[in-house]
């Protein structure tokens, strides 16, 4: 037998067959629309993104240079992580990184008006405002509003009923490790 001295010596095994059928419509429908049609959708509407969120004076971690980003734009709006549980609760599915922001990815089923309204909810919905510095004219400074500090309060209620609900499902010696296990889980989380 001669292994490989690469990363492929380790691997092994049978591909998932079954999830290769399950992917292949998928396949299917991206070779019908076009990889470049959808690539140069994906550009577009990711500058209209970056565009949007600019003009509201947020910053932007993503490629200003369309060929060196992918289809994603981050969008480090003021309170992101409660903004991205707010509008996942509202059906606006994006997702969060610290030191990123709202991680925005529009694909080639997405339609314009649809980038505008999460960018939207992103602000005039509610969730945050912008006001003039007090001092430095030249800053505008964000904040949740009434209604994103209660988006936020109502997203780590929901937080808090589903791990309660997980762990009540749990059996009473697997409650027992999971408590004890507690003091290895905040260490985790602080890294």
């Given at each position: 037998m001669e292994l490989r001295e690469d990363s492929f010596r380790f691997l092994n095994g049978t591909?998932?067959?079954?999830?290769l059928y399950a992917c292949q419509p998928g396949l299917e429908i991206l070779?019908?629309?076009?990889?470049?049609?959808?690539?140069?959708?994906?550009?577009?509407q990711t500058q209209r993104l970056m565009d949007g969120a600019l003009a509201r004076g947020w910053k932007v971690n993503s490629p200003r240079?369309?060929?060196e980003r992918g289809g994603t734009i981050s969008v480090e709006c003021p309170h992101a992580k409660e903004v991205k549980s707010e509008?996942?609760?509202?059906?606006?599915?994006?997702?969060?990184?610290?030191?990123?922001?709202?991680?925005l990815s529009p694909h080639f089923y997405n339609r314009d008006e649809e980038l505008d309204f999460a960018l939207?909810?992103?602000?005039?919905?509610?969730?945050?405002?912008?006001?003039?510095?007090?001092?430095?004219?030249?800053?505008?400074l964000y904040?949740?509003?009434?209604?994103?500090?209660?988006?936020r309060y109502k997203s780590r209620l929901a937080k808090r009923a589903w791990l309660l609900a997980a762990i009540n499902r749990l059996g009473r010696d697997e409650q027992?490790?999971?408590?004890?296990?507690?003091?290895?889980?905040?260490?985790l989380a602080e890294t």
């Open positions: 591909p998932h067959v079954p999830a070779a019908r629309v076009g990889i470049e049609k959808i690539r140069e959708k994906s550009k577009r240079d369309p060929e509008l996942i609760a509202r059906d606006v599915l994006v997702d969060y990184r610290p030191a990123a922001g709202v991680r939207a909810q992103m602000e005039e919905e509610g969730l945050v405002r912008r006001k003039a510095h007090p001092t430095d004219g030249r800053q505008i904040e949740l509003t009434p209604a994103g500090v209660e988006g027992q490790k999971l408590f004890a296990a507690t003091d290895v889980i905040k260490q």
